[in-house]
Nanobody, 118 residues
């Protein structure tokens, strides 16, 4: 069972940047589907960015051009670089290690809070 631990969240002003990390307890080399989700208060959890294959990524429209997902298989770590942050990006961000080619299932981290002030 893969354990995931997120870090890097915090409070930032609008326009600022944060880099989230997700450290896995075992190798992620064979895990194609990895993703970042977020959940704001009173809203459903939503996909932010994901790997759909080893090298292919896609993003929610709301974060395209501002966020970048990346991975370092040697360090068993998934990253989310977030630039030009907006107050509407405020949420708990969760790391997900999917099953097969599917994200949104499988393993989840405990989440890290990101708060963007205006």
């Amino acid at each position: 069972q893969v354990q995931l631990v997120e870090s890097g969240g915090g409070l930032v002003q609008a326009g600022g940047s944060l880099r989230l990390s997700c450290a896995a307890s075992e190798s992620i080399f064979s895990i194609n589907a990895m993703a970042w989700f977020r959940q704001a208060p009173g809203k459903q959890r939503e996909l932010v960015a994901r790997y759909t294959s080893r090298d292919r990524t896609n993003y929610a429209d709301s974060v395209k051009g501002r966020f970048t997902i990346s991975r370092d298989n040697g360090k068993n770590t998934l990253y989310l670089q977030m630039n030009s942050l907006k107050p509407e990006d405020t949420a708990v961000y969760y790391c997900n290690a999917g099953i097969g080619d599917f994200t949104g299932v499988g393993y989840w981290g405990q989440g890290t809070q990101v708060t963007v002030s205006s």
